[in-house]
């Protein structure tokens, strides 16, 4: 039998790191006694390791700088990626704050013509109303306003809005009533020259309405009118205030049956931008005041 044979394990050299540390501190400092006592003697030395350092040191002085300008660029980025996103803070204020002071202006804008369209017609009582609900297309026959029975407003009242005549109220909650606009399809309005007296009927067209206009017919052949003439809402109107401006009449001519005359008109109004309207509180049947309404102006 082979005889066992036993593997030697080496043994680890391990050495206290201390000593290590105190030990090359121990040589440093010879060195740096040697180096002052024997300076001559060292001095080619010091000239060869100076001449060997110098561009290392150079160097590393050099990489230093570079890595020190990439912090600071770094920095500086950080810096500015913080100001980037305060200052987009301060855009984002500032575009909500200007969104609510157009939202402001142009409620101003509209008070502003409402109250304007009071003075025209100071001698009936009104309310304001906004319109909360209303076709989504350009024209609409009808709509919806915020005030209801609660506010007075009652069925066949008189709507106003811009310069003149919007409507009548043919329905009411509440806190809410509908309005039919006179360019509805179903719409007629007893008017008036003002000029003239003479009687017409404005009847609504919401197809004719796109190219500006909405149809006048029933004139008296013996009617002296031009185009431009003023259109207001008749004396002998059953549910209509007189007096109340519709529009001005242009392409003026005979109807096709020859026994009155037809033009059209073009409303007062701008039914495609209606935000807010005044509601006189008066009916037709309580108004008394007629004499002083009709004044002609000729």
């Not at 010091?46 to 020190?68: H, L, R, T």
């Not at 409507?167 to 007629?188: E, L």
């Not at 001519?253 to 059209?264: A, E, H, I, N, Y």
Request: glycine share 6%.
């Amino acid at each position: 039998m082979k005889p066992k044979i036993k593997n030697k394990v080496k043994k680890k050299i391990v050495i206290n790191p201390k000593i290590v540390f105190w030990g090359l501190t121990v040589f440093c400092i010879i060195l740096i006694v040697v180096s002052y006592r024997f300076s001559d003697i060292f001095s080619p030395v010091k000239n060869v390791i100076g001449s060997v350092v110098a561009p290392m040191q150079k160097g590393i002085n050099n990489f230093g700088d570079f890595i020190e300008d990439k912090v600071d660029h770094f920095s500086d980025m950080d810096d500015l990626l913080e100001e980037n996103k305060a200052l987009k803070a301060q855009i984002d204020d500032l575009k909500n704050t200007n969104q609510i002071l157009n939202q402001e202006k142009y409620e101003l804008s509209y008070y502003r013509e409402l109250y304007e369209l009071d003075g025209l017609y100071d001698q009936y009582k009104k309310v304001a109303a906004k319109v909360i609900s209303k076709d989504p297309n350009s024209y609409s026959g009808e709509f919806i306003i915020d005030k209801g029975e609660k506010d007075g407003i009652l069925t066949d009242m008189n709507v106003l809005a811009g310069n003149g005549l919007v409507g009548i109220v043919t329905q009411t909650g509440s806190n809410w009533a509908r309005v039919r606009t006179i360019i509805d399809d179903s719409s007629k309005v007893s008017g008036m020259f003002l000029k003239t007296s003479d009687t017409c009927i404005v009847s609504g067209d919401l197809e004719l309405i796109d190219k500006g206009y909405i149809n006048v017919s029933q004139i008296s052949l013996n009617a002296q009118i031009y185009d431009n003439y003023e259109v207001v809402t008749s004396y002998i109107s059953d549910k209509y205030l007189p007096g109340i401006l519709i529009g001005y009449v242009s392409d003026i001519g005979v109807d096709p049956t020859k026994l009155t005359q037809q033009c059209r008109l073009t409303p007062v109004v701008d039914f495609e931008h209606i935000d807010a309207v005044l509601i006189i509180t008066q009916l037709r049947e309580e108004y008394d005041g007629i004499s002083e309404v009709f004044k002609s102006d000729n």
